[in-house]
């Protein structure tokens, strides 16, 4: 065998192996993704009717909220930013700090100060590589949040949303992730959390011009925010977790099925090249032993003279 021909049939096995393995990671991951699809739409009902709650609370009372109520001036934002912990994920990531980084430039050209959360291995090596400040980190559940996880993610949020600007507060949040449109889409989007846009927030809990039901609130409209607050965050956080998991793993689906692919691609395209290396070379030991042989006749015929 010769040496060019033992090169092809050594990059054939390699990519062969490779193959193996992406095509398992596109299995693992198109699993994943459908139990991600299951757990979104599970959390969808109560995300609803606590928005719905909420938005009852808000316009039925003057109570001003952290909740629902805007400062005059916002002085401080949180910016909590969902990033994966692994990669292999195509432009997953990538998408999702984009678009916090151009949330925090506009926010920053407004004139106000952006304090980032980052969930995931992946956004915390950006920023840590860039030398920017995180206020606070997470990692180690972005491919299957539970919901313990959301209230630890939401903790600083909601303290720091109660905590005056002076102190350390912010006056909004806004958060960035991946939404799960379809197995093919995946948009990163940016959403203000906190405070709530009553009038956009009460047409999506009342469509079609259903009137919300007025209610009595007992014992004050400002101690069912108090207690609706870390629910609503909590939920949103988990809602937002999930939508970043389900897009990731689809997101890993699509990139280990296009590696496949053009791993087969390579693997048909380094075969054509090893049975013309081969062709090649038997058609040169053929030349050879025609060659060798009409010299040794005409050395033979030589000797008969």
């Given at each position: 065998?010769?040496?060019?021909?033992?090169?092809?049939?050594?990059?054939?096995?390699?990519?062969?192996?490779?193959?193996?393995?992406?095509?398992?990671?596109?299995?693992?991951?198109a699993?994943?993704?459908?139990?991600?699809?299951?757990?979104?739409?599970?959390?969808?009902?109560?995300?609803?009717?606590?928005?719905?709650?909420?938005?009852?609370?808000?316009?039925?009372?003057?109570?001003?909220?952290?909740?629902?109520?805007?400062?005059?001036?916002?002085?401080?934002?949180?910016?909590?930013?969902?990033?994966?912990?692994?990669?292999?994920?195509?432009?997953?990531?990538?998408?999702?700090?984009?678009?916090?980084?151009?949330?925090?430039?506009?926010?920053?050209?407004?004139?106000?100060?952006?304090?980032?959360?980052?969930?995931?291995?992946?956004?915390?090596?950006?920023?840590?590589?860039?030398?920017?400040?995180?206020?606070?980190?997470?990692?180690?559940?972005?491919?299957?949040?539970?919901?313990?996880?959301?209230?630890?993610?939401?903790?600083?949020?909601?303290?720091?949303?109660?905590?005056?600007?002076?102190?350390?507060?912010?006056?909004?949040?806004?958060?960035?992730?991946?939404?799960?449109?379809?197995?093919?889409?995946?948009?990163?989007?940016?959403?203000?959390?906190?405070?709530?846009?009553?009038?956009?927030?009460?047409?999506?809990?009342?469509?079609?011009?259903?009137?919300?039901?007025?209610?009595?609130?007992?014992?004050?409209?400002?101690?069912?925010?108090d207690a609706?607050?870390?629910?609503?965050?909590?939920?949103?956080?988990?809602?937002?977790?999930?939508?970043?998991?389900?897009?990731?793993?689809?997101?890993?689906?699509?990139?280990?099925?296009?590696?496949?692919?053009?791993?087969?691609?390579?693997i048909?395209?380094?075969?054509?090249?090893?049975?013309?290396?081969?062709?090649?070379e038997?058609?040169?030991?053929?030349?050879?032993?025609?060659?060798?042989?009409?010299?040794?006749?005409?050395?033979?015929?030589g000797?008969?003279?």
């Amino acid at each position: 065998m010769g040496a060019q021909l033992r090169v092809y049939k050594r990059r054939i096995r390699s990519v062969t192996a490779t193959k193996k393995i992406t095509k398992a990671m596109e299995m693992i991951a198109a699993s994943r993704v459908v139990k991600a699809q299951r757990k979104v739409a599970a959390s969808a009902p109560y995300a609803t009717e606590l928005t719905r709650a909420v938005t009852a609370v808000g316009t039925g009372s003057n109570t001003k909220h952290a909740l629902t109520t805007q400062a005059e001036t916002v002085v401080r934002s949180a910016v909590l930013l969902l990033t994966s912990d692994r990669g292999l994920a195509g432009a997953f990531n990538s998408n999702a700090i984009k678009a916090a980084e151009q949330l925090t430039a506009r926010l920053e050209a407004e004139g106000k100060q952006v304090e980032t959360y980052i969930v995931g291995r992946r956004g915390v090596a950006h920023y840590n590589f860039r030398e920017r400040k995180v206020a606070e980190s997470w990692s180690g559940f972005t491919d299957e949040p539970t919901y313990a996880d959301a209230k630890k993610v939401a903790a600083p949020l909601i303290e720091a949303i109660e905590k005056d600007t002076a102190d350390g507060g912010v006056d909004e949040i806004h958060i960035v992730f991946t939404e799960f449109v379809s197995m093919m889409t995946q948009t990163a989007m940016d959403d203000r959390l906190l405070p709530l846009s009553l009038d956009e927030v009460a047409k999506e809990s009342a469509p079609k011009g259903e009137i919300l039901p007025l209610y009595d609130f007992e014992p004050s409209a400002e101690d069912v925010l108090d207690a609706l607050l870390p629910r609503y965050v909590e939920s949103r956080v988990y809602n937002a977790l999930l939508q970043s998991a389900a897009s990731k793993h689809a997101a890993t689906r699509r990139a280990m099925k296009s590696a496949t692919d053009n791993a087969g691609d390579l693997i048909e395209t380094l075969s054509r090249l090893a049975n013309a290396a081969r062709q090649a070379e038997i058609t040169q030991e053929i030349s050879e032993i025609v060659g060798g042989s009409a010299a040794l006749a005409d050395a033979t015929a030589g000797s008969d003279r």
